[in-house]
């Protein structure tokens, strides 16, 4: 009786417990973008012992007891427990985490960051060495927000980062600004280059893209952010295409990239302000709150300020920092000083 006993709560337990299982998940190390009920941020996952390079799927729900954390690759076990009577828009299974079997570093975040192009289909780019808007092919990646941007030698450009594996890479549809520049070659074959790329490979401060053969098409070295170049205090040498001749009614221009403010002289008032705007190619000031004295001198003053509103991307060389417009034209020229 007492054996008929056990096997009866062996069953009633068993039969309670249909609707319960555990599964092998894997988490991916960044979440897209995709629409539930309503546009939301999904993780990545697959089911399995092993995980497939391009069988990553969206997870609209979420997992119980999980603290997921951008930048790791996680294996899980998870109790997947089938609902009854759920409202429409709601998932039909509850998950919850058992174990945490495996939390690792994902390496494709190497990736991230600025990138100065060295070569074109296997040809040296030769272009001075210069940061921001013009002039050199850059390109940043953000594997997080699976966003590419940069510049093509003329253009900025944004896209998507479809896909990406242990050395494949999918891009999405590019955009840029339509510009024309003088000579569009280089411009012209970087953009063709970058979409076809299809493979990446990463030795140290290198970054070599291919297409699907292996053939060489962009090769890259890591960079010191624009942006970062950019936070010091700068004199004025040309402002509006006229020459600076006396320093002391030079505008003298301080820009803090960390906290995004603006300060100095238009070289007679001082002044303060945000800035709005500011990628390793875009620049935009806010309104400048300033003195208001009058100097016998106020040429370059007022030239100055009316340059400032109208920058919209710069670009740093040879201790330079040039401020151009939304065209590309020099709107100011002004030299790093101690």
Not at 200 to 227: I, S, V
Request: aromatic share 8%; net charge negative; with cysteine.
């Amino acid at each position: 009786m007492k054996n008929i006993l056990i096997v009866g709560i062996i069953l009633l337990f068993a039969a309670c417990n249909t609707g319960e299982k555990a599964a092998i998940y894997w988490v991916n190390s960044y979440r897209v973008d995709c629409v539930g009920v309503g546009p939301m941020k999904c993780m990545l996952v697959q089911k399995g012992e092993t995980p497939e390079p391009g069988k990553w799927t969206n997870f609209y729900s979420k997992i119980e007891g999980f603290e997921y954390e951008p930048g790791f690759i996680y294996k899980l076990k998870v109790k997947e427990e089938q609902l009854e009577n759920v409202p429409a828009d709601a998932s039909s299974i509850k998950y919850t985490l058992v174990e945490v079997l495996e939390k690792k570093e994902d390496t494709k975040l190497a990736l991230d960051g600025s990138w100065e192009a060295l070569k074109i289909n296997g040809s040296v780019i030769k272009l001075p060495r210069s940061r921001g808007a013009g002039v050199l092919p850059n390109l940043q990646i953000n594997i997080r927000d699976m966003q590419i941007s940069g510049i093509d030698n003329c253009n900025n450009f944004t896209g998507q980062i479809t896909g990406i594996g242990d050395n494949t890479i999918e891009l999405g549809a590019i955009a840029g600004t339509q510009k024309m520049c003088p000579d569009m070659s280089i411009s012209k074959a970087f953009k063709e280059a970058l979409l076809a790329v299809k493979k990446y490979e990463l030795k140290e401060n290198n970054l070599l893209f291919t297409d699907e053969a292996g053939n060489e098409l962009l090769e890259f070295t890591k960079a010191t952010e624009a942006k970062v170049l950019l936070n010091d205090i700068w004199v004025a040498e040309i402002v509006d295409g006229e020459t600076v001749g006396d320093v002391s009614i030079a505008p003298r221009l301080e820009i803090n990239s960390t906290e995004m403010k603006a300060m100095g002289s238009d070289g007679c008032n001082n002044f303060t302000g945000a800035i709005t705007t500011l990628t390793n190619a875009e620049l935009v000031f806010g309104p400048l709150a300033g003195t208001r004295k009058m100097c016998p001198d106020m040429t370059f003053a007022d030239k100055f300020n009316k340059a400032i509103p109208l920058v919209r991307s710069y670009k740093i060389a040879n201790m330079k920092l040039m401020l151009l417009d939304e065209k590309g034209e020099v709107l100011l020229v002004l030299k790093k000083v101690d």
